[in-house]
């Protein structure tokens, strides 16, 4: 994994996570698109939390799975996660 | 549900998926031969589990039926729900164009005896193995027993009344009340029905304790109602999701009434008292009869419980002679689930969506591996009887002590 959240990686865990199939060329383009205009629900974002926090072994702050958009939430990530350690 | 100038609830469309068939044709062409499908599980996890016999549903491919966020999300159960609601809706032919301009026409109602068990324990083992942090979001809905009502409106985007009903076996008919209910007081459509899916390692445990379940290994000997080698039941997999719409709204669309939800009533005398079901299933059936305005002898054919138990047998073969009078002792009785085993809420919409199939074909089913009857009814056996079939009696008795009754009348104007 890299040191930062990427699209690629978002689409994998929306994959993963919620069954949904969703081109990182597509989030990329629209970066102001919510999640559920992907068909990501707030279970789907949920659980997507859970798997990052799991992989990096710390929390994520707690607003974190209110994020509307996926650039909004790999801000965030990137913005905490990553640059944290 | 009553007749008259009250809102009539119409059966339009039938979606099946049993073990003896996905889809109604395969399944209407394996009941009417009197196949029996129960056989060794096979069900992973399951194989070294003390429940030898079982009716799996074999030919289910849900990544070919279900989009994958649903396979992801949901549990098995509500796969076949989906799958079945589906293959209703088309055999009603009512489509999105129907209704999106009046989603809130349309409702779903469900029965549910258990619920997601096998996603339930794929999550509990991994919060006893990894931890609370390793547990899905989706557990939280996936394993709910109102998860397939939720998810065939949200898929389906019906906002009309929605309901599930946790009443026991017998609450597959009580659905059936339920959505009437529903259109009585002004919904057009009511997607109905259950489909079960408790062939998984941790629901088959749940169901050892249950004292009526067969333990012979013998798939033809399993489940033998009414005879005097009845060892208890055999339990199944699998459903029937049906579309029920009010009668004038059917055929202002064009769509063909099959079958009349005439009347239906339910009682409830306790677990493991069979022999109190008597005076319960009784009850319901004379409840039923009235709320359809039907006369005993009307009633020319009935699919029964049978639930395997020598004493509920007893019950039931007496209760429909309370019920019906002599004409009890002389009406076709059947229970083609001996063939594919009970699916518990699933078991009587599966009899529901057979005794609609019967009366269209003019053909009472037979019961699978059920020959020397020990008690005083007209039990079809061997093979398929042909006789004209107006009005349909099903019954259904829950392990938990619930008794429902549904009278269906066959549509007036079918095409032969």
């Known amino acids: 994994m890299s040191d930062r959240l990427t699209l690629e990686e978002l689409a994998a865990l929306m994959k993963k996570g919620a069954g949904l199939t969703v081109d990182p060329v597509d989030l990329a383009s629209r970066p102001l698109a919510r999640f559920d205009e992907f068909g990501l629900d707030s279970l789907g974002l949920l659980g997507i939390v859970g798997e990052l926090e799991n992989r990096h072994g710390r929390p994520l702050p707690p607003d974190a799975d209110r994020c509307k958009t996926p650039q909004e939430f790999l801000d965030l990530v990137n913005n905490t996660l990553m640059t944290g350690a | 549900m009553n007749s008259g100038q009250a809102r009539q609830t119409v059966i339009t469309g039938i979606g099946v998926i049993a073990p003896n068939g996905v889809g109604t044709e395969a399944f209407w062409k394996s009941t009417q031969a009197g196949i029996s499908v129960l056989d060794r599980v096979t069900r992973e996890g399951c194989e070294h589990l003390p429940l030898r016999v079982a009716g799996e549903v074999r030919d289910f491919d849900p990544g070919a039926l279900i989009e994958e966020r649903y396979l992801v999300q949901?549990?098995?159960?509500?796969?076949?729900?989906?799958?079945?609601?589906?293959?209703?809706?088309?055999?009603?032919?009512?489509?999105?164009?129907?209704?999106?301009?009046?989603?809130?026409?349309?409702?779903?109602?469900?029965?549910?005896?258990?619920?997601?068990?096998?996603?339930?324990?794929?999550?509990?083992?991994r919060l006893w193995g990894q931890g609370s942090r390793f547990v899905g979001p989706y557990q939280s809905i996936a394993w709910f027993y109102a998860a397939s009502t939720g998810q065939v409106s949200i898929r389906g985007g019906f906002k009309g009344p929605c309901g599930v009903v946790a009443s026991d076996e017998a609450g597959g008919l009580d659905a059936f009340a339920h959505a009437a209910r529903a259109i009585r007081r002004g919904t057009d459509a009511v997607v109905v029905g259950a489909a079960e899916a408790p062939l998984a390692p941790y629901s088959v445990v749940c169901q050892l304790g249950y004292e009526d379940l067969s333990g012979c290994e013998d798939p033809t000997r399993a489940y033998r109602p009414f005879t005097s080698d009845a060892c208890g039941f055999v339990p199944a997999e699998g459903?029937?999701?049906?579309?029920?719409?009010?009668?004038?709204?059917?055929?202002?669309?064009?769509?063909?009434?099959?079958?009349?939800?005439?009347?239906?009533?339910a009682t409830f005398t306790g677990p493991s008292k069979w022999e109190r079901s008597r005076e319960g299933l009784a009850h319901a059936i004379r409840g039923a009869l009235a709320e359809a305005q039907c006369a005993p002898e009307e009633v020319d054919v009935v699919f029964a419980d049978a639930l395997g138990v020598p004493e509920a047998d007893r019950a039931e073969a007496l209760a429909i002679v309370d019920a019906l009078g002599e004409h009890g002792r002389r009406v076709p009785v059947t229970a083609p689930k001996t063939g594919t085993g009970r699916a518990y809420c699933g078991g009587p919409v599966l009899d529901t969506a057979a005794a609609v199939l019967a009366m269209e074909h003019g053909l009472v089913p037979p019961t699978p591996n059920v020959f020397e009857v020990c008690h005083d009814l007209d039990v079809v056996t061997g093979k398929a009887r042909p006789a004209q079939l107006r009005t349909a009696l099903v019954l259904s008795r829950g392990l938990m002590g619930s008794n429902a009754a549904l009278v269906l009348r066959g549509a007036t104007d079918t095409p032969s």
């Open chain 2, 74 to 125: 949901t549990d098995r159960f509500t796969h076949f729900a989906m799958a079945a609601a589906d293959l209703a809706l088309d055999d009603a032919r009512l489509g999105r164009a129907d209704y999106e301009g009046s989603p809130f026409a349309v409702g779903v109602v469900t029965a549910a005896g258990s619920g997601g068990g096998e996603f339930g324990q794929r999550e509990l083992q």
């Open chain 2, 239 to 265: 459903g029937a999701m049906l579309v029920v719409e009010e009668e004038a709204a059917a055929r202002r669309r064009g769509a063909r009434p099959r079958a009349l939800v005439a009347g239906h009533a």
